[in-house]
């Protein structure tokens, strides 16, 4: 599969077709998905009628697309008037959305073709693509292991070549960790970037829309094309695009680079700790200045987390009733009834888990002690990032996950190690800053039947409020001057 | 860590406000998950956040005004086909008086 870049180039000067593209990327699909599980519906004849008409388009003079025929897969939480948006979740397992995202629709504006929705955990809510009504998403580089989550549909479908990017959601890290479990670029945009409407809420104020992608460039043509105010999400920042790609290969001179005492923590698996090292000294034969920084908070920023997110959860899904639209259960005896049962059918037990965590923290009582609580740590957790930048630098260096992508069933009965896994995330959704992982390494582990995979291993870059422009590039002269990215499927 | 105390009673006040049904062994199950992500959770309480303002939404989340004008809107009979359950122009539910009644 060929990169995003190369795609669009091509289409829009007809050296190819969209619809060959799409039927080479439907191809691979049908080839692997069996494999990995990360679609929860792919849209076959949907894609082609899509692709033939950004090729009439582009036959009949009119402006290509920045991602003319480029193949894209969307995270089953983003809405779309084609097919069903799940959510991974009975409650909406035979829902038609009547409209599209913005996010959907401005990428199928740009020429982008739809080929299919990915796989998540239920309404977002997880770490592994395991809490799913379409069963676990394996990741490509070993199967019998997690490709990370939310988001594990979407770089599964990007790791295993299937399409050349793919649109994820993060809240906690739902982007970044299943980019760094695949070896692939994934964004979480700064808060308010990317407009949220028809993105199906988990918790509003941390939620954004992002890109996963083979490498940096590929990640900001996308982000360059999901930016943007929108009249339908109050929340979306009226700033222009950040124009990423533009300026993305040059080398930022004088680049200084925080790296928190945090990120040296003795949990860490030892490949972990080796790619943070490699990391800095490659970023230092570059000639930056990388500087210790602390981020005394961030052992706090998981407790904080699981009391927002999941309040804000309690709320959001409140939505679904059984009244409007989505699963109504049978025979209920009153309208209370009705409610009760419906969501009992509807939601699996995670994210029934985190509503009752919700409800609770929420509830007469304990709102100060937690919510209240939650929210001034949320106010720490941003001051010391912004102390870090204050202080000079561009972008703070850190691991993405504690550790690779562990094996399928080994965290699901343990909800507090599954969370964990969100340490070095989640404070940056607190703080609504820009983030990225990027492949920086991998480590040895055995795989079944006594083989050897080699597992990537991610870094995360967190920029300052609105930097995406400058994040990418800092990220992209790691990935120019070393060879962290693992050879890809079909070749990148 | 300690386990955070909280009653089978309140797991079940909880799941009532939460519009869950709940088994008697959902309820104990509960009990047990939520004491240990709560235990997690107190390790909040070690942290002096005197003087320290809370911090909702780190978005611009001033109240933003529009013209009050009519745009395109989604069809009636879209909505309503998708309602579980429809009766012309409404939208059917089970009756609201009763056991559960008051909601």
Known sequence: ????????????????????????????????????????????????????????????????GPLAGVPIALKDNICLSHGRTTCASRMLENYHSPFDATAARKLIN????????????????????????????????????????????????????????????????????????????????????????????????????????????????????????????????????????????????????????????????AGVTTALESSIAAYKKLGAKVIDIDLPLSDYAV??????????????????????????????????????????????????????????????????????????????????????????????????????????????????????EDVYTVGVNLAGLPALSIPAGSMGASAAGGACVNLPIGVQLVGRAFDEARLMRIARMLERATDFAPAHAGGA | MHEHPISIEHVRKVAALSRLAITDDEAAAYQHDLAKVLGYIDRLRQLDLAGVEPLVNVGDVRDRTRADEPGPTLPTRTLLDMAPESFEQFVRIPKVQGDGGGA
């Open chain 1, 110 to 269: 740009a020429g982008a073709v739809v080929v299919g929705k990915t796989n998540l955990d239920e309404f977002a809510m997880g770490s592994s693509t395991e809490h799913s009504i379409f069963g676990p998403t394996r990741n490509p580089r070993d199967v019998t292991r997690v490709p990370g989550g939310s988001s594990g549909g979407s770089a599964a479908a990007v790791a295993a070549g299937m399409v050349p990017v793919a649109i994820g959601s993060d809240t906690g890290g739902s982007i970044r960790q299943p980019a760094a479990f695949c070896g692939l670029v994934g964004v979480k945009p700064t808060y308010g970037r990317v407009s949220r409407f028809g993105l199906v809420a988990y918790a509003s104020s941390l939620d954004q829309i992002g890109p996963l992608a083979r490498d940096c460039a590929d990640a900001a043509l996308v982000l360059d094309v999901l930016c943007g105010k929108d009249d339908h999400d109050a929340t979306s920042a009226d700033l222009p695009p950040p124009a990423s790609l533009a300026n993305v290969d040059e080398v930022l001179p004088g680049l200084v680079l925080g790296v928190p005492t945090q990120a040296w923590s003795p949990a860490n698996h």
């Open chain 1, 303 to 420: 407790a904080a987390y699981y009391i927002v997110a999941p309040a804000e959860a309690s709320s959001n899904l409140a939505r679904f009733d059984g009244v409007r639209y989505g699963r109504r259960a049978e025979g209920a005896k009153d309208l209370t009834d009705m409610l009760c049962k419906s969501r009992r059918e509807g939601f699996g037990p995670e994210v029934r888990k985190r509503i009752m965590l919700g409800t609770h923290v929420l509830s007469s009582g304990y709102y100060d002690a937690y919510y209240t609580t939650a929210l001034k740590v949320r106010r720490r957790v941003k001051d010391d990032f912004d102390a870090a930048f204050r202080a000079g630098c561009h972008a703070v260096l850190m691991p993405t996950t504690p550790g690779p992508a562990f094996a399928i069933g080994e965290k699901i009965g343990d909800a507090l190690a599954m969370y964990m």
């Open chain 1, 1 to 64: 599969m060929r990169s995003a870049r190369d795609i669009a180039r091509g289409v829009a000067a007809r050296e190819f077709s969209a619809e060959s593209v799409t039927r080479e990327a439907l191809g691979v699909i049908v080839r692997e998905n069996s494999r990995v599980n990360a679609f929860t519906q792919v849209f076959h004849d949907f894609a082609i009628e899509q692709a033939r008409r950004v090729d009439e388009d582009v036959a009949a003079g009119k402006p290509a």
